[in-house]
Nanobody, 124 residues
Framework: QVQLVESGGGLVQPGGSLRLSCTAS????????IGWFRQAPGKERERVSC????????FYADPVKGRFTMSRDNAKNMVYLHMTSLKPEDTAVYHC?????????????????WGQGTQVTVSS
């Protein structure tokens, strides 16, 4: 039932950093395109970033460009989202998702496997 598992969320002050992790227990991530999505209270879920199976092909949404970076550690079956210079508007539940696709899709529907999410709160 559990597809992907996120970790690393928490409370951080504006300007701080966090690293989110995404992994799976029943399959490997190195052949999958991995995306990060976030949803804040009262807002629709939005795409944040993506790293394709043709690593290091990446995508970053405009609000996080230059601040967020994705990476893989295939030996650990992990995908990371390193977040720096965090702002209060980054506060949201962050989900990772996997797509059986060779490059980052434009539409959320292409991502087949999802995690339950990890809370990121940016506040003084």
């Amino acid at each position: 039932q559990v597809q992907l598992v996120e970790s690393g969320g928490g409370l951080v002050q504006p300007g701080g950093s966090l690293r989110l992790s995404c992994t799976a227990s029943r399959f490997t991530l190195d052949d999958l395109t991995i995306g990060w999505f976030r949803q804040a209270p009262g807002k629709e879920r939005e795409r944040v970033s993506c790293i394709s199976s043709n690593d290091p092909n990446t995508f970053y949404a405009d609000p996080v460009k230059g601040r967020f970076t994705m990476s893989r550690d295939n030996a650990k079956n992990m995908v990371y989202l390193h977040m720096t210079s965090l702002k209060p508007e980054d506060t949201a539940v962050y989900h990772c998702a996997a797509a059986q696709y060779s490059f980052c899709p434009n539409a959320e529907g292409y991502f087949e496997y999802w995690g339950q999410g990890t809370q990121v709160t940016v506040s003084s």
